[in-house]
T-cell receptor
Framework: GQQLNQSPQSMFIQEGEDVSMNCTSS?????WLWYKQDPGEGPVLLIA?????ELTSNGRLTAQFGITRKDSFLNISASIPSDVGIYFC?????????FGKGTRLHILP | NAGVMQNPRHLVRRRGQEARLRCSPM?????VYWYRQLPEEGLKFMVY????????ESGMPKERFSAEFPKEGPSILRIQQVVRGDSAAYFC?????????????FGPGTRLLVL
C-alpha cells in the first residue's frame, strides 16, 4: 500500500534555530498537507500544497511540493517554544489521505 | 462556529466491554471521517461516512468495529468486545466536501484505554 516516510522521527533543537523535516514516498500524490498536533489535541492544518514545485509560506513556516510529486518538506524558521509538538505530513490521492508517522519537535531550554 | 466535537475525551473499558465514541461534525459539514492513532504513529484512516451512508470503510477492521452517521445526531464509532490492542486515540474529522483532505477539520480525539 501507499506509505509516507517522514524524517526525522524526532528533533531536539535550541530556541531560535531553524528546523527542516521532510516526507518521501514511492507514490505520487495530488496534494500535500502539513499538520501540527499538540499534546492531547487533534491535528491542525498548517499548509496545503496543490501543485508540483509549489512553495508556500505561513508565517515562519515554509513548505514545498516536490517536483516529482513524491516528496515534500517543511521548514520552520527561528523556532519558539510554542512550536513544540508533532508535525505530520499527509499525501492525498483522488480518494485517500495517507499520513506520515510524524516528526516530534522538542525545544531545549 | 463550534469545531468538531468528540466525546468522551477519555474512555476506559475492560476487555470484552463495548466502546462507543461520538463525533459531532462542524455545522454545515456532512462528511465525517474516523482515524485511529497508535502511540508513536501517524493517523490511520478507518472509515468515511456521509449522512446515513458508509462511503468507504476500507480501513475498518472486519470484526467488532462499526460506524454510523444517522440522519439526526452524531456519528458513532462502536467497538464491541474490546481488546487491549484497541487502546489508541480515535480522531474524527469533518469536511463540507467529499474526501476534502485540505478541508478536513479534526476533533480533539477520544483516548481509549482497554484494561
Amino acid at each position: 500500500g501507499q506509505q509516507l516516510n517522514q524524517s526525522p522521527q524526532s528533533m531536539f533543537i535550541q530556541e531560535g534555530e531553524d528546523v527542516s523535516m521532510n516526507c518521501t514516498s514511492s507514490s505520487i500524490f495530488n496534494t500535500w498537507l502539513w499538520y501540527k498536533q499538540d499534546p492531547g489535541e487533534g491535528p491542525v492544518l498548517l499548509i496545503a500544497l496543490y501543485k508540483a514545485g509549489e512553495l508556500t509560506s505561513n508565517g515562519r513556516l515554509t513548505a514545498q511540493f516536490g517536483i516529482t510529486r513524491k516528496d515534500s518538506f517543511l521548514n520552520i524558521s527561528a523556532s519558539i517554544p510554542s512550536d513544540v509538538g508533532i508535525y505530520f505530513c499527509a499525501g492525498l490521492t483522488r480518494d485517500k489521505i495517507i499520513f506520515g508517522k510524524g516528526t516530534r519537535l522538542h525545544i531545549l531550554p | 462556529n463550534a469545531g468538531v466535537m468528540q466525546n468522551p475525551r477519555h474512555l476506559v473499558r475492560r476487555r470484552g466491554q463495548e466502546a462507543r465514541l461520538r463525533c459531532s461534525p462542524m455545522k454545515g459539514h456532512s462528511h465525517v471521517y474516523w482515524y485511529r492513532q497508535l502511540p508513536e504513529e501517524g493517523l490511520k484512516f478507518m472509515v468515511y461516512l456521509q449522512k446515513e451512508n458508509i462511503i468507504d470503510e476500507s480501513g475498518m477492521p472486519k470484526e467488532r468495529f462499526s460506524a454510523e452517521f444517522p440522519k439526526e445526531g452524531p456519528s458513532i464509532l462502536r467497538i464491541q468486545q474490546v481488546v487491549r490492542g484497541d487502546s489508541a486515540a480515535y480522531f474524527c474529522a469533518s469536511s463540507p466536501d467529499a474526501y476534502g483532505g485540505e478541508t478536513q477539520y479534526f476533533g480533539p480525539g477520544t483516548r481509549l484505554l482497554v484494561l
